[in-house]
C-alpha cells in the first residue's frame, strides 16, 4: 500500500477463495439473505486510523449514525499503553489485523506503514507486545506479522525487504530479534503441522525453521518456490499470504497478476478452488474464507477516495454480496475468526 513514497512492493494483490463444498456457500437463515452464522468482519480502516469488527448482519455500516455496527474498534492514539510506540507517527496506515488464539486468549495482530507493529488483545486492548520500526516513516512499512507457539512474533517489512522474528515472549517491550532478507516481503503465517514459518515477498514463497531459544531465536530459509510469472517485465508481485481455513493442506497466495492456492504437498500453485472465475482479479488486498458457510471476503481499490488503495466496499463471494462503510477507508478485511497454532 502506497505511503509517503508512495511505494508498497506488490501492492496490486489478488483475492483469494474457498475450496469447500458449494452446498456450504449457500446457507441461508440470516437477516437479509445474509448466510446464518456469518462471522463477524474484521478490517484495517485507515481513514479513521482504526481497526473495526463490525456486524455482519448490516450490508450498510455507518458508525457515525449508528455506533450499534462497532462490535470491537482498537486505535493506540491516546492510548498510555501505546504511548512509547509514538502512534502519531507510527501509527499511519494500518495494514494488517488478523485474529489469533496464544495460550487461550485471543488477539489481535496488527501493523501500519509507518512503523506501528502490535499484538493486542481481545477484547481488552490489552498490550501483549509492541515495537515501532523507523516510526514516522515507510523506510521499512510493516506490511503483517504472526505469533509464534512460543510467543515471539514475526513482521514482515515490505519496504525493508525483511523478516523479523521478534523475542516479544520476554515481554511487551522486548525489542531483540532474528533477521532474514525477503525482497518485497508481505505476509506471514505460521504451519502448525510443519512447524515452519511461512513468507510471501515479491518473487517466492519461502519457508524458515525457527531455532535457538525463544530468548534468542533464530530464523533459517529451509525452502523457497518461484511465484507463478505475472505481467511481462514486471515481478509477480505476492501481497496476501493466509491459510485457506479448513484445508490445512493449503495457503491462499495472491500475486498482481492472479489469485491462487498453494498445495503445499504437490509444490504447486493451482486455481481449482471454488468461484475462482470471480474471486481472481487485479488488486485485491486482503481475502479469507469462512469454512461454516462456504462465504469468502476480499477487497479492492476503488476511485474517487482519499486514497488510491482504499475501498468502501468488502466484496463477498459464494453467493455474491457486499458490505458498504459509510466514509471509509477499508484497506484490509478478513472474516473474524481467530485461528490458533495448529493452522
Known sequence: ??????????????GIAAALPATGAH??????GIPAGTPPVLLTEQASRRILVLDPRRRVWDPAADPSVVRWQFSPLGDPRYKDLRPDVSWVYPCEAKARVHRRRTYVLTTASFGFVAVVEHPTGRRYWGTAIGPGD????PHSAEILPDGNVAVACSTGALVRLYAASQGPRATRYAQAELKGAHGLHWDGARKVLWALGDDELVTYAIGGSAARPTLRRTSAIGLPVGTPGRTPGGHDLFPVIGRPGRLWVTTNAAVFQYEKGGRAFVQ?????AEISRKSVKAVGNDPRTGQVVSTVPEGGLGETWWTTTVSVHRPASAYKLVNGGIYKARWFIPLGHDH
Do not use: C
Not at 500500500?1 to 489478488?14: E, I, K, Q, T
Not at 446457507?27 to 437479509?32: E, F
Not at 515507510?138 to 512499512?141: A, G, Q, S, V
Not at 481449482?272 to 475462482?276: Q, V
Open 138 to 141: 515507510d523506510l521499512f512499512n
Open 272 to 276: 481449482d478452488f471454488a468461484g475462482a
Open 27 to 32: 446457507a441461508t437463515g440470516g437477516d437479509g
Open 1 to 14: 500500500m502506497p505511503s509517503r513514497r508512495a511505494v508498497v512492493l506488490g501492492a496490486a494483490g489478488a
